[in-house]
């Protein structure tokens, strides 16, 4: 990985985030919801939501962008995590697409920086701890030989979630 990307963890609202991008974790309607998604769409105004009515859904492991429209960020980078089923269904692969996927279209939108939350840790129940060494290792796999991204941020909407990812991101 370039030695230009930072990669880091906060605890913090990603609807307050000034960054080129943050990632919604989106039900595949793209509708809305709760949580993060909920949070996102509250924050952006009604025009994410006929934005969204406009791409028709998204796949688990997929990725579709809007504007970010009322948000600080520029753009809104919605994807579907996968529902934790014990661990032998797919479930880290599809994970692990969130991650490749948002940020293949931060790329090609120019982005330079762009805030994940915790994807498929809420409703969807996938255990924090796996979920953010799939995080982590993605986005650094994804970034070894990439020039465009410069900041990653791990948005945590815990305290419990910021300790879990600073030990994997310290962890190597």
Known sequence: ????VLIHAIKADITSLTVDAIVNAANT????????DGAIH???GPKLLEACRELGGCLTGEAKITKGYRL??????HTVG???HGGNHG???LLASCYRNSLKLAIEHHCRTIAFPSISTGIYGY???QAAAIAITTVREMLADERGIEKVI???FSDRDLDVYQKALAAG
């Open 154 to 156: 791990f948005c945590c």
């Open 72 to 77: 600080p960020a520029t753009f809104v980078i």
């Open 42 to 44: 509250r924050a952006a």
């Open 91 to 93: 479930e880290a692969e």
């Open 82 to 84: 996968p529902v934790w």
């Open 127 to 129: 255990p924090v701890e």
């Open 1 to 4: 990985m370039p030695d230009n």
């Open 29 to 36: 309607s793209l509708l809305g919801g709760g949580g993060v």
